[in-house]
């Protein structure tokens, strides 16, 4: 643990910075707990469908003699196999936000009991049609109780295989943020406004905490965008006092996609990407300009820079790659991420669901 200190004017204020591995026991043990099965995604019910459908095809393989009578069954079984899916996955994504927090015994016995109810829901379907002149209950619910613990076994998997990696994401984003230059360039630029410009270094140390304790006090799987632009906001405040002239930034944020779940610390550190590589290498600075919009159900979020100093060296890519990863354990298919360097700026695009 470490402490700064300034007496500016008579004043004391002190601003206290704990590190990284400090925190990984308070961030292990909260986001593994209680691992969210996300069964609302849409990448989880086209593989679902997919699943059900690969089953529906094989079982009217045992009873067909030739392509058009596995069609007949195939189509036959396709007509209760897939809606009775999409009314598991329907109920198994209202009821997942109220069990997330409960034993994985109870979400057990919650998924196979609609996964029996949707059984039955299938059957009841071929029978409404006249496609059934004798329906097998109990055999759909047990064809039901069956096909959902092999989706739940799936999920509790997919879930399982997630926590390790969003883990290390986190942690790997965290020790990103929190450069050591900086933090001695910020508590350098704060020292030497404290005799001069009091009010304005206990503002920049304010900041610089508010970014620490958002950075590792927050153990959350996701954000919505308004923190996150609240975040960038009062790192590109310490670093346009750093700048001064050659830092030029323009907002243009869309309120209706405040409300947008983002991963964690995601434009924090592509604000800083874009300073290090577009500001720091050119003696007349650089524009930053950070975009969101929301059409329809999507929200597009663009972070570009110009780079006067051009492209320069090129960098490992690994924030980059570490941002795409996070944005797709948290949406899945559902997120789209591009960067691309034209015409002397260097655009990063993200879309996300609304």
């Excluded at 069954?73 to 897939?82: D, E, P």
């Amino acid at each position: 643990m470490h402490t700064f200190k300034a007496r500016p004017a008579g004043k004391t204020f002190a601003v206290t910075f704990l590190r990284t591995d400090q925190y990984i026991t308070l961030l292990l043990p909260s986001a593994m707990t209680h691992p969210s099965l996300t069964p609302c995604h849409i990448g989880v019910a086209l593989r679902a469908v997919l699943f059900t459908s690969t089953i529906a095809g094989v079982a009217a393989g045992f009873e067909s003699a030739g392509p058009q009578d596995w069609i007949q069954h195939f189509s036959l079984l396709s007509v209760g196999m897939l809606p009775a899916t999409l009314a598991w996955l329907i109920a198994a994504c209202g009821v997942e936000k109220y069990l997330q927090n409960r034993s994985p015994r109870l979400r057990w016995l919650s998924g196979l009991s609609l996964g029996a109810a949707a059984g039955l829901y299938g059957c009841a379907m071929l029978a409404l049609v006249n496609l059934l002149t004798s329906p097998p209950w109990l055999a759909s619910m047990a064809a039901g109780l069956l096909l959902s613990a092999v989706l739940l076994s799936w999920l509790f998997w997919r879930a399982k295989a997630r926590m390790p990696a969003a883990t290390t994401a986190r942690l790997s984003e965290l020790q990103s943020c929190i450069r050591p230059h900086f933090l001695f360039n910020t508590l350098n630029t704060a020292i030497a406004l404290v005799s001069e410009q009091p009010l304005k270094a206990e503002a920049v140390l304010e900041d610089l905490s508010e970014l620490f304790r958002s950075a590792l006090a927050n153990p959350a799987e996701s954000d919505t965008l308004a923190q996150e632009v609240a975040l960038a906001r009062r790192y590109l405040a310490i670093e346009e006092i750093r700048f001064g002239a050659r830092l030029r930034v323009t907002w243009q944020i869309d309120p209706r996609a405040d409300q947008a779940r983002v991963p964690p610390l995601l434009l924090q550190p592509l604000v800083e990407n874009a300073i290090r590589h577009g500001v720091e290498p050119s003696a007349d600075g650089a524009e930053l300009k950070i975009t969101s919009l929301r059409r329809g159900s999507v929200v597009l979020i663009k972070v570009s820079n110009t780079m006067p100093a051009g492209s320069g060296e090129r960098g490992n890519g690994l924030a980059l790659a570490n941002l795409r990863e996070r944005l797709a354990l948290l949406h899945d298919v559902q997120a789209h991420f591009q960067s691309v360097y034209r015409d002397g700026i260097f655009q990063v695009c993200l879309e996300i669901p609304a």
